[in-house]
């Protein structure tokens, strides 16, 4: 392939687009519409799950949770569809730390399900407190990137929320209500606040 050599003029306009760019990037106003999708997604499905179970007491209910994956499918595509013509380090990056997140609670899935076959008992209790580890870190990490204090702290509670989860071990209805605000917490309360602050 052969590199185009381009003139002063285009170069600079090169670079004007790029820090346009990565100031509309830095905003991320478009990244936080993903974290109240997902965060009101999990709510939602909180909600759902809970009163499912409450009412009819069978734990068949909790497969709602498989639900989850669809803003995900959803975004996967979305983003597939979108032509960027410039992309810069911290759009990469961020896609980057996602993509593992997503690989992550896939291959969670995965391996669930092959352990299950093996042992004759598939287990998906597991996915909850792990799905908060994972939601967080990626929230964590996303907002060390973009320097947004809400996104790097408010994470912490669905850790504590996942650490509870793992020492009690009996997954009940009560797991559904604690995913479902740490959710709350630690993806829809800061999108909204950082949204407020750059409009």
């Known amino acids: ?41 999990a709510v939602l499905i909180s909600i759902v799950a809970w009163v499912g179970v409450q009412l009819t007491g069978q734990q068949l209910f909790m ?3 498989f639900a989850m994956f669809l803003p995900y499918i959803w975004t996967l595509l979305r983003s597939r569809q979108a ?21 992550m609670f896939v291959l969670t899935v995965l391996v669930i399900l092959v352990v299950g076959f093996a042992v004759g008992r598939i287990d998906f209790s597991l996915m909850m407190p792990l799905s908060l580890i994972y939601a967080g870190i990626g929230t ?47 993806m829809v309360m800061p999108a909204h606040i950082v949204r407020s602050k750059i409009q």
């Open 1 to 41: 392939m052969e590199d185009k050599k381009i003139n002063e003029m285009e170069s600079i306009e090169l670079i004007a687009e790029m820090i346009r760019k990565t100031k509309k990037e830095a905003s991320m106003k478009q990244d936080y519409n993903a974290f109240l999708l997902y965060g009101y997604a």
């Open 63 to 65: 497969t709602v949770w």
């Open 83 to 103: 032509k960027q013509e410039v992309t810069t380090y911290l759009g990469e990056m961020l896609g980057h730390i996602w993509k593992i997140i997503g690989s």
């Open 140 to 186: 964590s990490m996303t907002g060390l990137v973009i320097k947004e204090k809400w996104f790097v702290w408010t994470p912490l509670v669905g850790l504590l929320t996942a650490v509870y989860m793992l020492a009690d071990g009996i997954c009940d209805n009560s797991w559904n209500i604690l995913f479902g605000f740490s959710f709350l917490i630690f």
